[in-house]
């Protein structure tokens, strides 16, 4: 009973703090520095609003150099601390040793160590105490009972793997690859009373339940798109107008895969005198084959006037993918073999799945050749995340800073800086972020070279 209900906690705590991962990862400490934004027209800007394909990187204006390269000081101190020819015995990854902590390696793989932690998110501690009677069954987490999530949890995302293709006089032909992933627990109110409640605990006859309902989807995309100007301002040689673009997408599904259903465990009556069972009732769909098809589309505005823009952008509109030869399977708890025992219910039927709406509103304002100051709201399939960021150039200096609001709805801060060579840039981005098991935030330094 006790090894069951340790391995429940141990899941849900390496799992709740899921809630805040991100869709997108940049390595432009320009961004961090900004608090997340993207003032450029490139980026984020491009990725979710077809109608920046007809305007100019604008970077003379705006700053934006081509592409930046990461400086990876925290690779260096990370090697420096785990040697790469001993990490088979570095307890930080070995399951054996009496120093491995779950807590901080699953801080580590929700802030790979790129750039310099400049102030660590504190890491729980694993020590879990237990009072144990006949009748009796109550596990004190510690300091990681804080961790136990009141709500629904998981992680989700809608990517697009890459975006190749050409065009002319407007039009875009090319093939992007697409991701969509979405996995959400639920506690029933018996397992968080048995995971929170240092004076209750596990109660007899409990039945401890973790409700799971997980999706995911990719494949390629062949593309057909067109971006161009409806109208313009008073001197058509400007960059003033109003921008329409969109996208037609064929989707090719290459795999799909659908989980649900509770996995439970049964407490016995009395909790010690009576031998508890595990269930696993699941329905498991999956695809046979690379057969999934469907049609959907992206469209996109873009409004310029002098120094001021604004752009909004929808992507997978209408994106409902069918699945000719799919199977539908169920996944039980064998409590004599204690083996989970997959049985086929039905095969080769057809299931249907949606990518969900994805979207970017975003508006910068260009001040002379100095300032720019802007911000965006983008939401790529689990959860809304605003930017709000500035950064003022004098001569070849850059100062940066800017704010957001994350996944988990709290306040996060940016401040940054920068040095300008003729075509050659030194970045300094600092950010605050509540990536990690712990609510608290860390303090990250990103550091990158800029080529203009």
Do not use: C
Not at 29 to 45: K, P, T
Not at 144 to 164: C, H, K
């Amino acid at each position: 009973m006790r090894t069951g209900v340790v391995a429940v906690a141990l899941a849900l705590l390496v799992l709740a703090p899921l809630r805040p991962a991100h869709a997108q990862f940049s390595f432009d400490a320009r961004r961090y520095g900004m608090g997340g934004v993207s003032l450029s027209r490139d980026g984020n800007a491009r990725r979710f609003n077809p109608a920046y394909r007809a305007l100019k990187t604008n970077s003379r204006t705006s700053g934006t150099p081509k592409f930046s390269i990461p400086i990876p000081i925290g690779l260096i101190k990370f090697f420096k601390d785990h040697p790469i020819n001993q990490l088979g015995s570095d307890p930080m990854f070995d399951p054996k040793s009496t120093a491995f902590n779950p807590f901080a390696l699953t801080n580590l793989i929700f802030n790979p160590p790129i750039f310099y932690e400049v102030k660590k998110s504190p890491t729980p501690t694993n020590n879990v105490e237990f009072t144990i009677g006949k009748n009796q069954l109550i596990m004190n987490l510690g300091g990681s009972r804080v961790l136990i999530p009141e709500q629904d949890f998981g992680i989700g995302s809608t990517s697009r793997l890459f975006d190749a293709g050409a065009g002319f006089g407007g039009f875009h032909f090319g093939v992007m690859g697409f991701l969509q992933y979405n996995v959400s627990f639920t506690l029933d109110s018996a397992l968080r009373r048995a995971l929170t409640d240092t004076v209750t605990g596990v109660r007899p006859g409990d039945t401890l339940s973790l409700l799971s309902n997980a999706v995911a989807q990719g494949g390629l995309a062949p593309t057909v798109g067109f971006a161009g100007r409806l109208t313009h301002g008073a001197d058509p040689a400007t960059d003033d107008g109003l921008y329409l673009g969109g996208a037609v997408h064929y989707y090719l599904g290459a795999t799909y895969g659908r989980l649900t259903g509770p996995a439970q465990i049964l407490v016995g009556n009395p909790i010690f005198g009576t031998t508890p069972a595990a269930g696993v009732n699941d329905t498991l769909r999956t695809s046979n084959k690379a057969n999934g098809r469907g049609v959907g589309g992206d469209v996109g505005l873009v409004w310029v006037s002098g120094p001021f823009e604004v752009g909004l952008g929808v992507n997978d509109i209408g994106a409902e993918l069918t699945w000719s030869d799919t199977k539908l399977q169920h996944v039980t708890y064998n409590t004599a073999t204690g083996n989970l025992v997959t049985t086929l219910d039905t095969n080769h039927v057809e299931t249907k799945t949606k990518l969900p709406l994805t979207y970017m509103a975003n508006a910068a304002l260009r001040m002379g050749t100095g300032t720019t100051v802007g911000g965006d709201v983008v939401n790529s399939g689990r959860g809304t995340i605003i930017h709000v960021g500035v950064e003022q150039r004098t001569g070849p200096f850059a100062l940066r800073g800017g704010v957001s609001r994350d996944q988990r709805k709290r306040m996060q801060f940016g401040l940054g800086g920068g040095l300008r060579l003729g075509p050659i840039g030194l970045d300094v981005g600092f950010f605050t972020h509540s990536n990690s098991l712990s609510t608290q935030r860390a303090i990250t330094m990103a550091t990158a070279i800029s080529i203009y």
